[in-house]
């Protein structure tokens, strides 16, 4: 590493403390954790992220007006788009921000934020998006070794040459931000995509081999690493002794996460937006070994390696294309931890990935986005894209009045949710006082699940002891009094439909009679918002 690489990241370290409180001045977006939960803050308030990530190819000029045309058509307010070293760094030393330009003025006129996407060394484990004139020094710039001597389609992180090229691309990406964005339209960076080996739990090149006989970083020696990757505590050994079985996943791992955090770490010295790394996920329920998976990224079993080796990153973010609500939400909670602010970056675009981000929001969530918002230049109609779109725009175009308020109100650990099982069955939130009982599907008083997917969901936010806003599809929600009210009778004081906007609720009627009788109130197929008052008598 260079002389002036190895001072950015070591200044970093010593100095981002007051680049931070420079930047609280500004109002600069960044991370803000409170009693145990975590905020994404934009413009001095916490901010939720309904967002909308591009199609890997779609950030040229030509493609960018469907972009717009899909955010506009999902209510969202934030665009995850990338950027391409291949495009920005085309030449060696000679970089060129047009793309950046292009969407920072784009983005300003449609007033949306934006979330770049630094697709550099690693793009979904390979190193597709590096600049020509690296693909063509493979000696320079090498990929990684199988353990049978083959080529691997994922470049070794064990190579400076590499990481060196990668860092002087990234600051220069962020110094220009920095100039560029005073207005702060840039909101957060991810810092690669999908960083790790498919086809390899690591590299098995001679130098890598060399490095893996070597004794285990102290960092990962600590009590607290050890015992969160559930291995005994020990002061020094290699990484077989360590790590036995998992060895080589978690070598991989901690040299892929240094590699990333070193890139993080001087783009942040030179502008310190929040930054995070996106994960492919493993099957959370079965624990597989890493050549099942992609091997080194940040999957939930090696997130404390991530912790210990990338500390300038302030999130690990799971990609959601898995299936089945037990599998899904292990993985948000997986995610979920007081150390990392909880982040879906990318789901699948299908109706029902819409009831996780109800599920996200009530854990105190920073945000949530599908992937492939636009239709990639297969030459579809606006109209087709808007039904593709539909059931997140439903629900964004929701909570647009009020993302300020649903933010601050996550922030605030003021919101619980239920989502509708495979199997049905009927979901408790406990409120305090009151025990929320919500049934899926059906029409009032039919508790029979008329849900073909299970898709139902409800977000309850608690205002105070008896008054709740309610946001909820596909299913019925009624109430039972617990704890100092068991045993009393109830009834709804008032059910009011309505939005809010400004802090603000305003009513469109008050719902009562067929409306709140027969095991209502009852939510249809678009997202409705009551708020509710109860009484005991």
């Not at 939960?37 to 901010?47: E, Y």
């Amino acid at each position: 590493m260079t002389k002036i690489i190895v001072l950015q990241v070591a200044l970093f370290l010593g100095v981002i403390g007051n680049a931070f409180c420079q930047g609280e001045a500004n109002d600069i977006p960044k991370i803000v954790k409170k009693d145990g939960r975590n905020a994404l803050f934009v413009d001095g308030k916490p901010f939720q992220i309904f967002g909308g990530q591009a199609h890997n190819s779609s950030a040229w000029p030509g493609m960018m007006p469907q972009l717009w045309t899909a955010i506009e058509q999902m209510h969202a307010n934030t665009l995850e788009v990338p950027i391409y070293w291949e495009q920005i760094e085309a030449r060696q030393g000679k970089f060129d921000f047009s793309l950046i330009d292009t969407l920072l003025v784009q983005s300003r006129q449609h007033n949306i934020r934006l979330v770049l996407l630094w697709f550099a060394t690693w793009k979904n484990g390979s190193n597709h998006y590096m600049p020509e004139w690296m693909k063509r020094d493979a000696v320079k710039y090498p990929n990684i070794t199988g353990i049978k001597g083959q080529p691997v389609d994922s470049p070794s992180p064990h190579i400076k040459a590499t990481m060196e090229a990668d860092i002087k691309a990234f600051t220069a990406v962020m110094r220009y931000l920095k100039k560029a964005d005073t207005q702060h339209t840039v909101i957060m960076v991810q810092v690669e995509n999908e960083a790790g080996a498919w086809g390899s739990e690591r590299d098995y090149s001679p130098l890598a081999q060399k490095l893996f006989e070597e004794p285990v970083p102290a960092e990962l020696l600590k009590p607290e690493v050890l015992k969160a990757l559930n291995v005994p505590v020990v002061t020094a050994g290699t990484w077989q002794k360590v790590f036995g079985e998992r060895a080589d996943e978690y070598f991989q791992a901690w040299w892929v996460a240094s590699f990333v955090g070193k890139v993080a770490a001087a783009g942040k010295y030179e502008y310190p937006l929040p930054m995070y790394v996106n994960a492919a996920l493993r099957d959370p329920l079965i624990n597989p070994m890493a050549n099942m998976y992609e091997s080194g990224g940040p999957t939930d079993n090696v997130i404390p390696i991530w912790k210990a080796a990338a500390p300038a990153i302030d999130l690990l973010a799971p990609d959601i294309y898995l299936d089945g609500n037990e599998r899904v939400l292990k993985v948000i909670e997986l995610y979920d931890r007081k150390d990392n602010p909880l982040f879906v970056p990318e789901a699948a675009l299908i109706p029902n990935n819409t009831k996780y981000l109800y599920d996200v929001i009530a854990r105190g969530g920073i945000g949530f986005s599908p992937f492939g918002i636009d239709d990639n230049g297969r030459g579809a109609k606006a109209e087709g894209i808007a039904i593709h779109l539909e059931p997140f725009a439903q629900e964004y175009a929701m909570f647009e009045p009020m993302m300020r308020e649903l933010a601050q109100w996550s922030f605030e650990g003021k919101i619980k949710a239920a989502v509708e099982p495979e199997d049905h069955s009927e979901q408790a939130i406990d409120l305090g006082a009151w025990q929320a009982i919500v049934s899926f599907g059906g029409e009032r008083g039919n508790k029979t699940p008329a849900n073909v997917q299970p898709i139902g969901k409800v977000m309850i936010v608690q205002l105070d002891e008896n008054r709740f806003v309610i946001i909820g599809t596909r299913c019925h929600i009624t109430f039972k009094p617990i704890g100092n009210n068991i045993g009393k009778a109830w009834q709804y004081l008032k059910v009011e439909e309505g939005h809010y906007e400004n802090w603000v609720f305003k009513q469109l009627r008050i719902l009562n009679g067929d409306e709140t009788d027969w095991g209502g109130p009852y939510f249809g197929d678009k997202p409705i918002l009551l708020q509710v008052s109860l009484i005991t008598r």
